[in-house]
């Protein structure tokens, strides 16, 4: 079983795209065959891969002997397989979802009852029965409030039976990231050289008249896929703007979470000076996201 969690986590692990996000929504299960489950309103608050919550009320009804489990303020682990975030014009949520839940209460009850909510209404208790539960859920999204889920869960109970169950239902409320980041790309150069290996001699240094590259590893780190991206090099002192051609480059849209390898075209002046050339390589893409500019000193042949 732990074998199978892991990989289920590899396989789906890079695509959870939030930092944080928050939910609450409210569901009813109808079981196959016989049961059935009922979460009233459940908070959920997560960080990163990992959230935990609880709910007003809960229960799991075995119909064939009209015996429900029921708690109030359960809580629950929540521990994201996969996440896809669907964007709105201002905001985003999560379009289909993958979650592994462990719920449980130390003060549950076993009711003699024949709904889910009896035992909130004073019908009479059997036992005491605090249980663990263990479920994988499967939810579709198709607009914000509401969506439809498939859950396969194991409930164990002391002093009562211990049961498998296979609810499908809908759910009905907010379950949209709420990032410490604004919704949207985030563009960033995280290195930057000067290379002259395939036209140059490739020492690492820039000569008088060689051709070379800039070579950029950009990454988006946002929730969102950019637009187009150009790049752009110059250099920091313009008196000696003369001394190096850099230029700018094209490319498609960077995907959330994904990097990139571009080269910016170099070529040198006749005559360079006796020092490094200082240059800033930075951008913006068509929506006007920014690209963090990043700093890079080339050393010339008379140093």
């Given amino acids: 079983m732990v074998q199978l969690l892991l990989i289920l986590c590899g396989a789906f692990w890079g695509d959870v795209q939030i930092r944080t996000w928050g939910?609450?929504?409210?569901?009813?299960?109808?079981?196959?065959?016989?049961?059935n489950r009922l979460e009233l309103v459940e908070f959920d608050l997560g960080y990163s891969h990992i959230g935990g919550g609880l709910a007003i009320a809960e229960s799991y009804g075995f119909r064939k002997d009209d015996q429900f489990i029921g708690t109030v303020i359960p809580l629950h682990l929540t521990i994201p397989l996969y996440q896809k975030i669907r964007f709105g014009k201002t905001e985003a949520y999560f379009e289909q979802e993958m979650?592994?839940?462990?719920?449980?209460?130390p003060w549950a009850q076993l009711?003699?009852?024949?709904?889910?909510?009896?035992?909130?209404?004073?019908?009479?208790?059997?036992?005491?029965?605090?249980?663990?539960?263990?479920?994988?859920t499967g939810r579709w999204v198709p607009v914000k409030i509401a969506g439809v889920y498939v859950t396969l869960g194991a409930l164990f109970v002391r002093n009562a039976p211990d049961h498998l169950y296979l609810n499908i239902g809908v759910s009905t409320g907010t379950a949209g990231p709420v990032s410490e980041h604004k919704i949207g790309p985030r563009l960033k150069i995280v290195g930057v050289v000067y290379d002259?290996?395939?036209?140059?001699?490739?020492?690492?240094?820039?000569?008088?008249?060689?051709?070379?590259?800039?070579?950029?590893?950009?990454?988006?780190?946002?929730?969102?896929?950019?637009?187009?991206?150009?790049?752009?090099?110059?250099?920091?002192?313009?008196k000696l703007?003369?001394?190096?051609?850099?230029?700018?480059?094209?490319?498609?849209?960077?995907?959330?979470n994904h990097s990139t390898e571009v080269a910016l075209p170099v070529t040198a002046a006749s005559q360079l000076p006796a020092l490094?050339?200082?240059?800033?390589?930075?951008?913006?893409?068509?929506?006007?996201?920014?690209?963090?500019?990043?700093?890079?000193?080339?050393p010339?042949?008379?140093?």
């Fill in 276 to 298: 490094p050339l200082r240059v800033r390589v930075w951008g913006k893409d068509e929506g006007g996201n920014l690209v963090a500019p990043a700093y890079l000193e080339i």
């Fill in 99 to 105: 979650l592994l839940k462990v719920r449980g209460s």
């Fill in 241 to 256: 703007a003369q001394c190096l051609s850099i230029s700018s480059v094209s490319i498609p849209s960077l995907g959330a």
């Fill in 111 to 136: 009711w003699e009852t024949s709904s889910n909510i009896g035992y909130l209404s004073g019908a009479s208790w059997i036992s005491k029965a605090p249980y663990l539960g263990l479920e994988l």
């Fill in 23 to 35: 939910s609450i929504n409210m569901s009813y299960g109808l079981g196959l065959p016989v049961s």
């Fill in 300 to 303: 010339t042949t008379n140093l």
């Fill in 196 to 238: 002259d290996a395939e036209t140059g001699n490739s020492n690492g240094v820039i000569e008088p008249g060689e051709k070379g590259r800039l070579l950029v590893l950009l990454v988006n780190s946002g929730l969102q896929d950019s637009r187009p991206i150009t790049l752009q090099g110059i250099l920091r002192d313009i």
